[in-house]
């Protein structure tokens, strides 16, 4: 099993997600996070997926997901494209630890976005990997909550997903 | 000009050239039935329910090559259509499906017959449309039949609701889009046109991509030129000739002798239009073993999907093959004679044909040349694929990916409306029970369907796949309904006959085709008719049954 990323630009309808997401449960895809915003063109969203497979399973989704009449553009995002997440977590700190989990978010450059007597929310962007160290860090101290939005993505240089070529245009 | 919604929507078919509709009226599409009877010039079709009208625009569309169009109400209208849909879908068939809805104000309330039918049926469609302002209606319409006849062909679903019916917005005609295939480039075929040219038993096999793509001509210059034998998946039928010289029968499950041969001989396999499906290739992974093959598709997802080729193009299959016919040179017609040798014998160890063989032996025989034939599902889909000779495309329309009991009878309504000419629907007791109620619609219509019910008072496939599967256990596949079917078709107007032994076969058939009007015919065989020969699920070419001793 390995990880692809997918960078795909979809309609921005009501409905599109679910067209999306009941393809992967119908074809028995697994996969790890999924993420969706509007772009620069507000009639346009952006998804990206990250799979868990291999080349089989990779080649099938992106063409069966091509195939869908409200996805525009599809992209198999390259290892050494742009990733980023958002993490928040909520840990628990009294005045005892309070300290080190700042310094701790220090070392991570994470933010301090909430302070009370008993917790502190922790706002941390970077690749994944990042947030997971952070996360196993954040741990011993008590890991109340975490939400993460799931990795988006976007390539180097000049090259952009809507100068892919489309499917529906070839034949 | 200024119009309601129901006005527009018919307003739009008619810009589409549609002349036929199928369907079943209902409370919220009241308005619709209003302006298709205000209009008056579109020929609606009710039938018994709506899963026959789904059936029926299926039957019409695989025929005719148009889109077929049905339409249905709300609720239980929209989700009697499913089965329809699912059909068409597996089978790559246009077909716009219309159903109305609540009115906005209702919709998300549990309402009286409402049901979230775009979300029912997001997998088994191309693509649906919910329409909940008046003024996206026209442009919808126009879309779903755009989606319906583009790429690999399929059907599309437009749930309007009950007040875009009632209000008014502007409409002007616009002219239907374009829906030509593009042409496929030489640098698509040129590395298969190498590896075509390079083999030495070249064999063709043909999918119903042949005949949605209208490439029988193609085919035909292509295998004439390459001195190809040609095989067909149960889509595919029709689209070469049965009766040309290089014609070897249905491949797959139940395919010929001859064609489980060829398959396993050839060094090239040139796949047109076919997806591989588990009933044709039954071991994937070792399918294409000790061979080169060459599939051309439209569908992207279709290529490398089920079997992995070694040359995939992607395209219109009419245009690919245009593209690649100049790039090959004439092959000489070796395999052609072995494949013609391994006819002769396969023809000459031939057992008699049994009684339901031999009735669809003579049916072909006798019905007219221009006939189109629909099946349902299960032994007499296998026996009508192996015994009667397919001769045009579009003169066969049997359910394949879903395998669909009770499409036969709505698919012969449809056929014979869109065609015109006489339809033999071969049917069994099983999968005739399921939808018998569109007797009422064929007599009402009056029209030329000559019914051949195989009765073997059971559920022959299923009951075959116990004698070979499940030791013998007959679970409820022995049915022994005591249905007397040629009063049930006298019950309901139509002309009922029987078949009990050979001697019957002519005379009832040809009183059955003079009629012209709708005809059932009881055929009464035996329970033990089996379905020959037999590739089992999952297993190579080379395991092929031909003979079966019964215990």
Same mark, same amino acid.
């Given at each position: #099993? !390995? %990880? ?5 630009? /979809?309609?921005?309808?009501?409905? &599109?997600? *679910? ?42 989704? #992106? !063409? %069966? ?5 409200? /996805?525009?553009?599809?992209?198999? &995002?390259? *290892? ?92 | ?58 039957g019409?569309?695989?025929s ?168 067909s998946?149960l889509?595919?039928l029709g689209?070469?000739p049965a009766s040309?010289?290089?014609f070897?029968g249905m491949?797959g499950m139940h395919g010929t002798a ?85 006819r002769?014998?396969e023809k000459k160890n031939a057992k008699k044909p049994e009684l339901g063989h031999e009735i669809l032996i003579e049916a072909a025989r006798l019905a007219p040349e221009d006939s189109v034939v629909t099946t349902d599902v299960g032994q007499h889909q296998m026996w009508t694929a192996q015994y009667y000779p397919v001769e045009r495309?579009?003169s066969l329309c049997t359910s394949g990916?879903?395998g669909t009991m009770g499409y036969g009878f709505g698919a012969a309504i449809?056929a014979a409306?869109?065609t015109?000419k006489q339809v033999v629907f071969v049917t069994g007791d099983g999968s005739f029970n399921m939808n018998l109620?569109e007797l009422?619609?064929a007599v009402?219509?009056?029209l030329p369907i000559v019914i051949l019910l195989m009765n073997n008072r059971a559920l022959g496939m299923v009951r075959q796949?116990?004698k ?9 596949t022995v049915v022994n309904k005591r249905t007397d079917y040629v009063k049930f078709a006298e019950?309901f107007?139509a002309t009922g006959l029987r078949i009990e032994k050979e001697s019957d076969i002519v005379p009832v058939l040809k009183e059955a085709f003079s009629k012209k009007s709708p005809v059932l015919v009881d055929c009464v065989i035996s329970e033990d008719e089996n379905v020959l020969p037999m ?11 031909t003979e079966w001793?019964e215990?």
């Amino acid at each position: #099993m !390995k %990880q692809y990323t997918i960078s795909a630009l /979809v309609a921005n309808k009501s409905g &599109v997600l *679910t067209r999306v997401s009941s393809l992967f449960s119908r074809r028995g895809y697994n996969i790890d996070s999924l993420s969706v915003c509007t772009t620069e063109d507000p009639a346009i969203s952006r998804m990206t997926i990250v799979l868990n497979g291999d080349d089989y399973i990779l080649a099938q989704m #992106m !063409k %069966q997901m091509d195939k869908l009449i409200d /996805v525009i553009k599809i992209k198999h &995002v390259e *290892t050494e494209a742009v990733y980023r997440e958002l993490l928040l977590a909520k840990v628990r700190t009294d005045g005892a630890t309070r300290s080190e989990v700042f310094e701790l978010s220090q070392i991570f450059r994470a933010k301090i976005v909430d302070v009370s007597p008993e917790a502190t929310i922790l706002e941390l962007t970077g690749k994944p990997v990042k947030l997971d160290g952070f996360v196993n860090m954040l741990r011993p101290y008590g890991l109340l909550e975490l939400a993460r939005t799931g990795v988006t993505a976007i390539s180097r240089g000049l090259s952009c997903i809507k100068d892919e070529a489309d499917y529906k245009e070839k034949i | 000009m200024k119009k309601i919604g129901a006005e527009i929507l018919i307003d739009c078919l008619k810009e589409q050239g549609v002349d036929t509709v199928f369907g079943y009226p209902g409370g919220y599409v009241l308005d619709i039935y209003d302006a298709l009877y205000r209009d008056g010039t579109i020929n609606h079709v009710i039938t018994a329910h709506e899963q026959g009208a789904a059936h029926a625009a299926d039957g019409y569309a695989r025929s005719t090559g148009k889109t077929g169009v049905v339409i249905a109400t709300s609720g239980p209208g929209a989700t009697n259509l499913v089965t329809g849909i699912a059909t068409a879908f597996m089978d790559s068939v246009p077909l716009v499906a219309i159903t109305g809805n609540v009115a906005i104000n209702f919709l998300g309330r549990d309402s009286f017959q409402e049901i979230d039918i775009t979300g029912v049926t997001i997998p088994v469609t191309k693509h649906n449309f919910i329409v909940k302002d008046v003024n996206d209606l026209a442009d919808v319409v126009r879309e779903a039949f755009r989606i319906a006849n583009t790429g690999r062909k399929g059907p599309v679903l437009i749930d309007i609701l009950k007040n875009v019916q009632q209000t008014t917005a502007d409409y002007e005609p616009v002219p239907p889009a374009s829906c030509a295939r593009k042409p496929v480039p030489e640098s698509a075929v040129k590395d298969a046109a190498a590896a075509i040219a390079a083999s030495s038993r070249p064999l063709l096999m043909v999918g119903g991509g042949a005949i949605a793509s209208e490439a029988s001509q193609e085919v035909r210059a292509l295998a004439e030129k390459l001195h190809a034998p040609v095989v067909s998946t149960l889509m595919g039928l029709g689209a070469f000739p049965a009766s040309h010289p290089l014609f070897c029968g249905m491949m797959g499950m139940h395919g010929t002798a001859t064609a489980a041969k060829l398959c396993l001989e050839s060094d090239c396999l040139i796949a047109i239009g076919t997806r591989f499906s588990d009933r044709v290739a039954l071991n994937r992974d070792k399918f294409a073993e000790n061979k080169t093959v060459v599939q051309i598709d439209i569908d992207d997802a279709e290529l490398n999907k089920n079997v992995a080729v070694d040359y995939a193009v992607l395209g219109d299959v009419k245009e690919a093959i245009r593209t690649l016919l100049p790039l090959l040179g004439e092959k000489d017609d070796a395999f052609a004679q072995k494949a013609a040798a391994y006819r002769e014998q396969e023809k000459k160890n031939a057992k008699k044909p049994e009684l339901g063989h031999e009735i669809l032996i003579e049916a072909a025989r006798l019905a007219p040349e221009d006939s189109v034939v629909t099946t349902d599902v299960g032994q007499h889909q296998m026996w009508t694929a192996q015994y009667y000779p397919v001769e045009r495309p579009r003169s066969l329309c049997t359910s394949g990916g879903l395998g669909t009991m009770g499409y036969g009878f709505g698919a012969a309504i449809g056929a014979a409306i869109g065609t015109g000419k006489q339809v033999v629907f071969v049917t069994g007791d099983g999968s005739f029970n399921m939808n018998l109620n569109e007797l009422s619609t064929a007599v009402t219509q009056n029209l030329p369907i000559v019914i051949l019910l195989m009765n073997n008072r059971a559920l022959g496939m299923v009951r075959q796949w116990q004698k070979l599967f499940y030791n013998r256990r007959f679970s409820q596949t022995v049915v022994n309904k005591r249905t007397d079917y040629v009063k049930f078709a006298e019950s309901f107007g139509a002309t009922g006959l029987r078949i009990e032994k050979e001697s019957d076969i002519v005379p009832v058939l040809k009183e059955a085709f003079s009629k012209k009007s709708p005809v059932l015919v009881d055929c009464v065989i035996s329970e033990d008719e089996n379905v020959l020969p037999m590739i089992k699920p999952g297993h190579t070419y080379d395991t092929i049954i031909t003979e079966w001793k019964e215990n």
